[in-house]
């Protein structure tokens, strides 16, 4: 059993940035890939970015690319992200997820999964 926990949301200003943190306890946090997903208000949850085991390939969701960053650190067993750039359209709670598979972008793929932290972006 993985456990989750995020961190690191808040109240940002539009063009500013928030790194989030999802700290892993309770197994080998190597062995798996870590999703980060949102969930507005009134929508359904959605993919964010991914990365693997070893960090070595990430995956990210079209609006993201260039302003979002995923990263890990094993020691730490910790996986980031990176927000640069937040528009008000970002805001969301925010959640990460293991799976023992490879980078999945489907909320049904993942095992595990945090209690969320807010992120709101003000115009």
């Known amino acids: 059993q993985v456990q989750l926990v995020e961190s690191g949301g808040g109240l940002v200003q539009a063009g500013g940035s928030l790194r989030l943190s999802c700290a892993a306890s309770?197994?080998?946090?190597?062995?798996?890939?870590v999703g980060w997903f949102r969930q507005a208000p009134g929508k359904e949850r959605e993919f964010v970015a991914a990365?693997?085991?070893?960090?070595?390939?990430?995956h990210y969701e079209n609006s993201m690319k260039g302003r979002f960053t995923i990263s890990r650190d094993n020691a730490k067993n910790t996986v980031y992200l990176q927000m640069n750039s937040l528009k008000p359209e970002d805001t969301a709670v925010y959640y990460c997820?293991?799976?023992?598979?490879?980078?999945?972008?489907?909320?049904?793929?993942?095992?595990?999964w945090g209690q969320g932290t807010q992120v709101t972006v003000s115009s």
């Open positions: 990365i693997s085991w070893t960090g070595a390939v990430t």
């Open positions: 997820a293991a799976t023992k598979t490879f980078i999945e972008i489907e909320v049904s793929k993942y095992d595990y």
């Open positions: 309770g197994g080998t946090f190597s062995n798996y890939a």
